[in-house]
């Protein structure tokens, strides 16, 4: 890990070929890492020499290639389990991503383990893919779903998830840092209440892993879902992280080729963990892809990250506050780099079409938690998130055009 001062990001940006590309007539400023960060240049080299030098199908073949592809696929396997921690590569089943991951688990875990009766807790900032397959699944099962509540900071009320558990929570899912908010949850105190009441918890990392060190150990997760796009690797892949004593317990979530034993009409067996998650070819090329991403991550140090992206955030806060009628939406205590807001006057719409016209990306709308939205009563917001490559140079291009937008407007 290189240290925090001697943070060389012009050198970072060289790494990402994307950040010289020119949209409308202006350089390319993005602010929309929440929904996917960029890649650098070492992930897109091991795309290509994956295809020019290994492709192949994995873990069937006995030929050379065949080896390659499995060998870099599976050391991938061994570097997620190194970077959240796990005990044993086993615990890792790739999966298309985050939303994959948590149907996974609400579909395996909770068709077996939850009846009529039981509670599900998730909380009022969920994306809705760590909402609906929970709905999904209890409508199915006669379970029930309840709700933490937020405060108007966007902070989960903790004494009313205590409210909540009971000996009938089953599982308890909850959003590590959200995406709408950029609130960061007292995760580990969250699942040491609901391990209280023997109940199971998956944390949503998707908007966690790129800026926190995480360790599952530690936290004591019982299931960890995150997208590698989300943290500079490619689209596609995903990860669930489960104790080895839960995946072994669940049933398969798809059935076919990798995830058996041994196949006959009469009776069917299945593989061990992963693979008995990991039905069909998996995205092979990006799974070896993300592998450099959590390298690129990890030599530059989360901390660092995380200390890089919120001084441009605290920037961004103090020039904002500049702009008549400017509204944060989600200020916590402890954040990561998403500012969502409000102007005045302005639907957070024209805001994202306008600053696009200018060369600004960053993201409007609901960003998937609607109910969240409904809470502050809202239709959405624009949201810009910061990721390493982002600078205070880039905000003050974005207030800057803002002020103009405000200009033309009023
Ligand atoms: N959970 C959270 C907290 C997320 O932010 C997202 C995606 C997901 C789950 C789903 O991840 P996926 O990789 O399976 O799609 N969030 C966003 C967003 O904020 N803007 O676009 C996607």
């Not at 960061?184 to 990392?205: F, M, Q, R, W």
Request: hydrophobic letters at 40%; aromatic letters at 8%; proline letters at 4%.
């Amino acid at each position: 890990m290189i240290q925090a001062s001697v943070l060389d990001i012009k050198e970072i940006r060289t790494q990402f070929p994307i950040l010289q590309e020119e949209v409308n007539g202006k350089r390319l400023v993005y602010f929309d890492n929440a929904a996917t960060t960029q890649k650098p240049n070492a992930v897109l080299k091991a795309l290509e020499e994956y295809y020019h030098h290994k492709n192949a199908n994995i873990h069937r073949g006995i030929h050379t290639l065949a080896e390659k592809a499995t060998t870099a696929f599976e050391e991938t396997r061994k570097r997620v389990k190194s970077f959240i921690n796990a005990t044993e590569a086993e615990e890792i089943i790739f999966t298309k991503g985050t939303t994959e991951s948590i149907n996974l688990v609400a579909s395996s875990y909770g068709r077996k383990f939850l009846k009529a009766g039981d509670e599900v807790i998730i909380s009022t900032m969920e994306h809705h893919s760590n909402i609906v397959p929970w709905q999904m699944i209890c409508e199915e099962k006669g379970a029930i779903l309840k709700v933490i509540p937020v405060n108007d900071n966007g902070e989960l009320l903790l004494e009313e998830y205590e409210n909540l558990l009971s000996e009938k929570t089953r599982i308890v899912s909850v959003v590590y840092a959200s995406n709408s908010l950029g609130t960061i949850n007292p995760v580990k105190t969250i699942i040491k209440k609901a391990h209280e009441y023997s109940a199971v918890v998956l944390l949503d990392g998707a908007q966690a892993t790129a800026h926190l060190d995480i360790d599952v150990q530690d936290l004591d997760a019982d299931f960890y879902a995150l997208s590698a796009h989300k943290m500079y690797g490619p689209t596609g892949v995903g990860v669930l992280y489960g104790k080895r004593d839960l995946l072994e317990k669940m049933p398969p979530y798809q059935g076919g080729g990798e995830m058996i034993k041994d196949v006959s009409f009469e009776k069917t067996t299945y593989n061990d963990i992963p693979y008995k998650f990991e039905a069909g070819t998996p995205n092979i090329a990006d799974v070896v892809g993300f592998k450099y991403a959590m390298d690129f991550v990890d030599e530059i140090g989360k901390p660092n990250i995380h200390a890089h992206e919120m001084a441009v955030y605290d920037y961004a806060v103090e020039k904002m506050e500049e702009i008549p009628g400017f509204q944060p939406v989600g200020i916590a205590l402890k954040k990561v780099s998403v500012l969502s807001f409000l102007i005045d006057g302005i639907h957070p719409f024209d805001i994202g079409q306008m600053l696009d016209a200018r060369g600004v990306a960053v993201r409007t709308g609901h960003h998937c938690t609607q109910p969240l939205m409904d809470r502050y009563g809202i239709e959405g917001t624009a949201r810009a998130s910061f990721s390493i490559y982002n600078t205070k140079d880039e905000v003050d291009v974005m207030v800057d055009a803002l002020k103009r937008i405000i200009n033309f407007i009023k």
